[in-house]
């Protein structure tokens, strides 16, 4: 079931109906609800990973009171390993068997021994990178004494569950997410209407921007050979507006729909765009897994607390995790590597903390847009790695950039580029004045706009986004596949 699609929006009215209308007496029925309401949209997909999820909810259940039960040190550490073992060992076979497995028969047929691929038609579990590292959070947790043990299976089932966020994210912490389930929720019409803002806001952002970009990122890639280079500039281009609007626009819908039922998630994009070098852009881009690798795989490997060497291998592992958490290709470890590369030099010149404070003004100064316009080049440049299906293309693709004609853009599709301009320079254009609000319709109450004003804005968004859905129909999000 997606974001984007009609059944959608008939599941969320219905669910947000009864949850209000019979099931707000107690937290107990509550989270039952939640819980049926969950499983029948993950079952959606497919029914059969019900099972997978249960069973992983079942194994952080039980090792999560077994650790806090447990009296010694050793067996904490059993139960903590069991957790983590399961997660993943479903992670790694569903998501990464057939990688190994080319990996292991193309590395020996190098040296030239023939050695038959071993693979499997294995399908790819929605959601599952993102609901196992929220479950490894708890265990861990718990055994660190962060976090007292779910004794309510039905609170924890829904905890892991969790509709709104469960297929892409944010990638929730126990510790934030679990003690709301403890808490009876009651209807709150001012989060209630933020969060359909923020719902019309991440549509736009996925319908509009993405879908609309999307067009152009097809066709200049599946013909990258053939077109000119100022083509392949606004491909890349296109791809970094279409995977922004994409994944932001997907947590942003998330955590609006999460309001609806009286939650908060923590956000998860504060418009990495803008970001003044790479280590601000990871502060602001999918800031859920990034955190999450810092306090969950960095700090444990020492941090910053052995000298530079130690330091420097232990951000080179992060961001080559980081980059094969987003899939079982060589593209993404390259282009983890480079954005390793990218901040090291930041690291070493004690640089990596320069730009923590927020940009202020209506327009940015020199220094800061050149800073920007680096940044922001760096980063989309790595995205062709992201967005190509092999490494040598990718390195083509950039080769082509710099050494072709620069030539005409061209028609792409049923429209001119020229659309594509208007639609990402209205996104620039509201998120710069809405600086780092999670929601440029804030705009509209900060500058105090006539109630009749609002409604004729919003209005014009429902109608823009119902339009481009109508024109395009429902596409999947880019980060279902990881």
Known sequence: ????????????????????????????????????????????????????????????????????????????????GLSLLVNLGFLGFFK????????????????????????????????????????????????????EPCKDPVMFFAFVSFFPQLVAGPIERATNLLPQFYEKRRFDYNKAISGLKLILWGLFKKVVIADYCSIVVNSVFENYQDVSSSALILGAVCFAFQIYGDFSGYSDIAIGTARLFGFDLMTNFKMPYFARDIAEFWRKWHISLSTWFRDYLYIPLGGSKFGKWITLRNIAAIFLVSGFWHGANWTFIVWGAIHAVLYIPLFLFNLNRNNLDDQTGLLPSFKNMFSMA????????????????TVGSAFEYIGYMFTKSFGEIGVVGEATYN????????????????????????L???????????????????????????????????????
């Open 1 to 80: 079931m997606l974001f984007n699609s009609i059944d959608f929006f008939i599941f969320l009215i219905i669910s947000f109906a009864l949850y209000w209308g019979i099931f707000v007496k107690k937290i107990a029925s509550q989270n039952i609800y939640l819980l049926v309401i969950s499983y029948v949209f993950y079952g959606w997909w497919d029914w059969r990973f019900l099972f997978l999820i249960a069973f992983s909810s079942f194994i952080d259940y039980t090792s999560g009171l077994k650790i806090s039960r447990s009296t010694s040190q050793k067996e904490k550490k059993r139960w903590l």
């Open 96 to 147: 990464y068997f057939n990688f190994f497995a080319d990996s292991f028969s193309e590395a020996f047929n190098s040296i030239g021994y023939q050695f038959d691929t071993l693979t499997l038609d294995i399908i790819l579990p929605v959601g599952i990178s993102f609901y196992t590292f929220q479950t490894m959070s708890y265990s861990i947790d718990v055994y660190r004494g962060k976090l």
């Open 374 to 389: 680096y940044t922001f080049v760096s980063v989309t440049i790595a995205w062709v790695f992201f967005r190509a299906e």
């Open 419 to 442: 659309m594509w301009f208007i639609w990402i320079g209205l996104l620039i254009g509201l998120e710069w004045l809405s600086k780092n609000d999670q929601n440029p319709f804030l």
């Open 444 to 482: 509209i109450k900060k500058y105090k706009v006539a109630l009749p004003i609002r409604y004729v804005i919003y209005i014009l968004f429902i109608i823009l986004v119902f339009t481009k859905y109508m024109e395009n129909q429902q596409t999947e999000f880019i980060y279902f596949q990881f």
